[in-house]
């Protein structure tokens, strides 16, 4: 953290150097539009007065160490807001795609067409992920004419593509919500002689699992999901995705932050009643 910061107090006295710099020239050049080749050359700075100026500027950075942490975690976090404005566009120009059971499952407790939408993109290896599960579960259950959209995104180790892919599988005997609520109960790796062994105690055929998990349609799914995701911005999980029906309103909720998840399907349900 210390070396980064000293790298981002040097950028900014870059920067505020570069700013005086070019407001002395400036206000030189102004002063003398028909100035000769000699003239412009003698309104260039000296050693001395770029020695007096920067002098100036260092002084100024050490007697101010907190503005450069300010400055740094101001643009942090303009950053970040800007980013998420960017995954909300692409999330919205996606939301059909992504509301499509194709690399995921869909779950809709409800009459007619669903109010809101809810996606989130998750890692059987994730521990936030695991730490949410109980809350989704919940959401699930109680939450009336919501949508919500599994999306596997496996990114943390290798074994999380085969948890993925088994997971997947499990749609075949219309088993997928158990089974992923199950694995996300798990502790520990994911192998594949632990996913088979869960897979038989919740009384799924093992040999037609293994067999649809080896399919290539469902690998091409998970690699899609993955594309998405990237599309989107999305390079971590959990990550929450809630819209309206009408797509009037949309947010992004990286990590575990149920109250926020919770806010943000009233809001879209706002929305969608207009």
């Known amino acids: 953290m210390g070396n980064k910061l000293a790298i981002a107090a040097a950028l900014l006295g870059a920067v505020v150097l570069g700013v005086v710099l070019a407001s002395f020239s400036n206000a030189q050049d102004g002063q003398s539009n028909d100035a000769t080749e000699e003239a412009t050359a003698s309104s260039s700075f000296s050693d001395l007065q770029q020695q007096e100026i920067e002098d100036i500027v260092r002084d100024y950075i050490k007697a101010n160490p907190r503005l450069i942490l300010e400055s740094v975690n101001a643009f942090a976090e303009s950053e970040r807001l800007a980013e998420e404005e960017r995954t909300k566009e692409a999330a919205l120009a996606n939301i059909d795609t992504l509301q499509q059971e194709i690399g995921g499952f869909t779950t809709f407790e409800g009459k007619g067409t669903p109010e809101v939408v809810v996606v989130e993109f998750f890692d059987y290896h994730c521990s936030y992920c695991k730490k949410a599960a109980g809350n989704v579960r919940e959401l699930t259950k109680k939450e009336k004419n919501v949508k919500f959209v599994f999306r596997e995104l496996p990114i943390l180790r290798k074994e999380s593509e085969t948890a993925a892919r088994y997971s ?9 919500l158990d089974f992923h609520f199950k694995l996300m109960k798990e502790p520990g790796v ?6 088979l062994t869960l897979a038989k105690a919740s009384k799924l055929d093992v040999d037609a699992l293994k067999a649809d998990a080896a399919s290539v349609e469902l690998i091409n799914e998970i690699q899609e999901n993955l594309s998405t995701a990237s599309r989107l911005g999305i390079d971590g999980t959990p990550t929450f995705l809630i819209a309206s029906a009408d797509g009037s309103f949309i947010d992004v909720i990286p990590g575990f932050a149920p109250a926020r998840v919770k806010a943000a399907i009233e809001e879209a349900r706002k929305a969608t009643k207009g």
């Open 168 to 176: 997947l599988a499990a749609r075949e005997q219309d088993k997928y």
């Open 190 to 195: 994911l192998t594949e002689d632990r996913i």
